[in-house]
């Protein structure tokens, strides 16, 4: 972990650390990470990109692409701590303002503006533009971040809620769970391995 770092520590009450963890990768669904490792019973990471050109993991709202490096989430006990890496938000930010800076001066060249106290106010007006939009976005994605750790430990699984998926999956047709199991719907990984097994079992 380097020295950007955030941690949020909550109290496991009455939920096992199977079933907490469980929940948790499932509440990640869907949020476009770049891989999620369970070290042990106890610790899990999760890894996101630096950069990606895919339009589901280049989204102004994903909590991993060019902000997460990566999260450890550990238990001790009842103490649940929620370690966020946040060194891409910091170099991309970094990165984006330099070429929001050129980018301004290559307009003012093109508008064939000299460097007056306009062309200063412009680009101290960028500037401040600029800041201000990044530390909204950053304080939005740490508060989502906080958010799925905060859902998972109160209410567990959003993506389970009470649906008997076995008793759903098992009046789908073959080819409707073929779909699922190639991810072309928005069901969620554990739903996926559901229609699997179904699938399988079909076949046997």
């Not at 020295?3 to 496991?12: G, H």
């Amino acid at each position: 972990m380097s020295f950007f770092t955030i941690t949020y520590s909550r109290n496991l009450k009455s939920t096992s650390s199977e079933v907490f963890f469980e929940n948790l990768i499932a509440n990640f669904d869907r949020t476009y990470y770049k891989n999620i490792e369970r070290i042990n019973p106890f610790n899990l990471k999760i890894e996101g990109f630096f950069f990606s050109l895919k339009s589901n993991y280049s989204k102004p709202s994903n909590i991993w692409t060019s902000f997460t490096k990566q999260t450890q989430v550990s238990l001790l006990g009842n103490e649940v701590k929620y370690v966020i890496d946040f060194s891409y938000a910091i170099i991309f930010s970094i990165l984006n303002f330099l070429w929001a800076l050129v980018m301004t001066f290559i307009l003012l060249e093109i508008q064939d503006l000299p460097f007056s106290v306009e062309a200063q106010d412009i680009i101290i007006f960028v500037s401040i533009l600029y800041w201000v939009i990044a530390l909204i976005t950053f304080i939005y994605k740490l508060l989502k971040h906080r958010s799925i750790l905060n859902y998972t430990i109160k209410y567990g699984s959003k993506f389970k809620g009470s649906y008997d998926w076995d008793k759903i999956l098992t009046n789908k047709t073959n080819q409707e769970l073929r779909d699922i199991v190639n991810g072309n719907t928005t069901l969620t990984k554990e739903v996926q391995e559901i229609a699997k097994n179904i699938l399988n079992n079909r076949q046997k």
